[in-house]
């Protein structure tokens, strides 16, 4: 089994208005053509350049999707029947499966492929009859497996061998299809030489007979189907994009060869079929002969994908051979099961099972086809992330420290702290002089007892259903002013305001949450500050980020679970879980399912995370970083760092909202077009992505958006270049400037003097040092 691994690009993603002109911070490659996962770019190559042009175009387009880890927007699907497997209040989320979402799919679905139809027996009766669709279990995963996509995990279907695709069945209703047995019971006539409209085709049936596994019918493709007389001038059919021109070489009563594209057949019977050199089939459907002298002699014939057999219980075969043994453009193979339920002279229905014969996979940029009939796919545009909320957790010197983004800002703060002397932690927060104070208790208020002397600092959150709010303070002063004690606390997000209080009793409001000074002492160096709401909880142990993922802090207990941690044990714990909580599909906060990171002891370097509850797999071949997804509706991303030298990090990415997968099956013919990814265009095309930062590939002479960029209206060729560049044999020139079709975007031209300096200056850019600041010219540049 071969694969061929196609990416699918992309001319819809979400767009970042800068205003009427461009103003980007310097960057460079592959900003801003992907920012943060993001992907905003289309790569444009000349219509009329060389092929190293759009060879180098695609290549760069596929350096660039490798960055792209998030999808915005949704995919988009051009020619013919699809549908887009989700409902309005139930998206595509990862472990959900293709049957999750419609029990079968017919002709309200796909108005073609599953129309419903009336056939026409040989004695003129008519039978209706339904098409369905009943798609497999088969479900969206996190997966890695070496026979796919460089062994780099993905979010995708992972399908094994035997997996269950789809069956699809063809109901005569109300009566079953007569075909009228003929006495000895081995044929069905009334059926021969018909024809059948299934999964959109038209079918001929050339015979319909019993055998000992059931009904047999043997069809032939009538999508391109003709007839001509002996004599006539040579008839030309188009299948597909290509011509053929059809004339009778020899017929008589029961044979006949026919002449295609100069190519002579073998004799032939009716419904026998031949095999062209470019892999089309002829397929003869009748001999039409006046048994006279001067008699009319004609042959009604087919051009296509030949003769198809069904046998009840057997696998169909394609052209004499199992279809099993045939690829398709993935290179998978399948095996499909022909079942047909009925009496002694009836047919009732048609099942066809799909079922794969090998490995497969489906995810952005591959898909599934049906084979043989060439009718139905399955096909993922893309995987959506809404968002990209960060959270991480590393080591500062002997601490554990996190840093995310709260209500009031970005925050950074220590949770667990080490001593050099003790293998183990010992104590909450940074260190001994700058300690973490929690508290287990929840309700309408919290306590906390806070130290001058250590610095102290605290969390607090407020959680009411899909709202939640949390602040961390840490005690600056306590100033004995004439016994009254004016307390001040730091806000140490970056964008919060301070507390200030002058006396005890005193409060402060900041959002749904009342701050009161219960206590304080100058002398003492002590204060006890609550936190309190009329609605809602009030926690001393969370933290929820801006986004609403839940963040469990250490509480020092000899009691297990919950984020405890025994610090006055005799041995200092090495190991600390901390959880984490997503809000549910309904945006309330603190209520789904968890995942957990931990943190541990590197003997001699200090703490890091060390594992995590999800199944990680390696980013990269030979990467320090292993990724991994929760499985839920809002799949947080965690992605963990353990090198071998030094400390490690975790990165947790929270998508804030449900996390989904454009999964789409449609007619075979049809175009899918993910979301967010890099589109490759045509100079003549630019219209369909100026919405996009632009990577303009090949010289001013071959690409009207390069000569644009230059400032002309036309080709601008050779020594017209060079005038204009200074860019001569040997050279290349890299430039950047605003887009000539979108002002608020930018566009960077790498064109060399001749097709092969390009393919150099394309080779120089992805090694992903070149500035893309506006404006900046890198060049003429000696090869």
């Known amino acids: 089994m071969k694969f061929n691994f196609k990416k699918i690009a992309s001319v819809m993603a979400t ?26 770019a289309a790569i444009v190559y000349g219509s009329g350049g060389a092929a190293s042009d759009m060879n180098a175009a695609v290549d760069l387009g596929k350096e660039l999707d490798k960055d792209i880890t998030v999808t915005t927007g949704t995919g988009t699907v051009a020619g013919g029947d699809s549908v887009k ?66 062994d ?58 019993q055998t000992a596994n059931g009904v047999e019918l043997t069809l032939l493709d ?43 057949t073998n004799s032939l019977n009716e419904g026998e079929t031949y095999k062209l050199t470019d892999g089309t089939y002829v397929g003869i459907k009748n001999i039409q002969v006046q048994d006279y002298a001067g008699g009319v002699k004609k042959v009604e014939f087919s051009l296509g994908t030949g003769k198809i057999v069904l046998e009840n219980g057997q696998e169909v075969q394609i052209n004499e051979e199992d279809i099993s043994t045939l690829e398709d453009a993935n290179g998978y193979t399948s095996v499909i099961t022909a079942y047909i339920t009925n009496s002694s002279t009836t047919i009732d229905k048609i099942v066809l099972e799909w079922n794969l014969d090998d490995d497969a996979w489906i995810a952005p940029g591959t898909e599934l086809i049906m084979p043989g009939f060439n009718a139905i796919k399955l096909s993922m545009a893309a995987w959506n992330a809404p968002k990209q909320e960060m959270t991480t957790i590393d080591d500062q010197s002997d601490s554990v420290k996190v840093s995310t983004a709260v209500k009031d800002g970005d925050v950074e703060l220590s949770i667990l702290y080490a001593n050099s002397s003790v293998s183990g932690f010992v104590g909450l927060g940074e260190k001994a002089s700058h300690k973490l104070v929690t508290n287990a208790t929840s309700g309408t208020n919290v306590s906390f007892n806070l130290n001058e002397t250590d610095n102290s600092y605290f969390v607090t959150t407020w959680i009411n259903g899909d709202d939640a709010e949390s602040y961390v303070y840490e005690i600056t002063s306590i100033t004995d002013n004439n016994g009254k004690n004016t307390t001040k606390l730091e ?101 789904a399912s968890s995942f957990t990171v931990t943190v541990g002891l590197d003997a001699g370097d200090g703490t890091e995370p060390t594992a995590t509850s999800l199944t990680m797999f390696e980013e990269t071949d030979g990467s320090d970083w292993d990724v991994g997804y929760k499985v839920s509706d809002l799949a947080t991303k965690v992605r963990l760092n353990s090198p071998s030298n030094g400390l490690g990090e975790a990165e947790i990415i929270y998508a804030g909202d449900e996390s989904t997968a454009d999964v ?25 992505v100026k919405g996009k930062n632009l990577v303009v590939v090949g010289g001013s002479c071959i ?29 290349y020139l890299i430039k950047v400037a605003a887009s000539p079709v979108n002002a608020a975007k930018i566009a960077m031209l790498i064109a060399g003097y001749e097709a092969a300096d390009t393919s150099t200056a394309v080779a120089k850019v992805k090694e992903g040092t070149t500035s893309t600041d506006v404006h900046e010219e890198v060049g003429p540049l000696t090869v």
């Open 664 to 688: 789409y099956i449609t007619e075979a013919a049809a175009s899918i077009t993910g979301a967010g990814k890099v589109a490759v265009v045509k100079d003549s095309e630019v219209d369909s």
């Open 703 to 731: 690409n009207s958006v390069a000569a644009s960029m230059l400032g002309s209206t036309s080709p601008l060729c050779g020594a017209d270049f060079s005038a204009k560049t200074n860019v001569g044999a040997g050279k």
């Open 15 to 40: 767009t970042v208005m800068l205003g009427s002109t461009v103003a980007f911070a310097a960057a460079a490659w592959p900003a801003p053509f992907v920012n943060g996962g993001v992907g905003d």
């Open 85 to 150: 497997l989700e409902r309005a209040n139930d998206k595509f989320n990862l472990n959900d499966q293709l049957d999750d979402f419609y029990t079968t799919l017919d002709n309200e679905e796909f108005t073609m492929v599953l129309a419903d139809g009336v056939y026409l027996n040989d004695d003129n009766n008519e039978y209706d009859y339904e098409q369905k669709i009943a798609l497999g279990a088969s479900a969206l995963t996190f997966f890695q497996d070496s026979g796919f996509n460089n």
């Open 152 to 209: 780099e995990p993905i979010v995708g279907f992972d399908l094994g061998t035997s997996t269950h695709i789809m069956n699809y069945t063809l109901d005569f209703t109300p009566d079953n299809a007569e075909g009228g047995a003929t006495s000895s019971g081995d044929e069905y006539p009334k059926m021969d030489n018909t024809n059948l409209k299934m999964l959109g085709k038209e079918f001929y049936i050339s015979s319909a007979e």
């Open 222 to 264: 009538s999508a391109n189907t003709a007839i001509i007389g002996e004599g006539d001038p040579a008839k030309t059919m188009l299948v597909g994009a290509k011509s053929y021109e059809v004339s009778i070489d020899f017929i008589n009563n029961d044979e006949v060869a026919l002449k295609v594209n100069g190519q002579v």
């Open 491 to 591: 806000n140490l997000a970056s964008g919060g305001s301070d507390l200030e209080f002058s006396e005890v009793t005193d409060t402060e409001d900041r959002g749904q949450i009342t701050f009161t000074l219960v206590g304080a002492s100058d002398t003492a160096k002590t204060a006890t500050v609550r936190a309190s709401a009329s609605t809602g909880t009030v926690y001393g142990n969370l933290l929820t980020t801006k986004e609403g993922l839940t963040m469990r802090l250490p509480v020092n207990s000899v009691a297990t679970g919950d984020g405890n941690i025994n610090l006055s044990a005799a041995a200092n714990p090495t190991t600390h879980v901390i959880n984490f909580t997503e809000e549910d599909n309904d945006g309330s906060i603190n209520t």
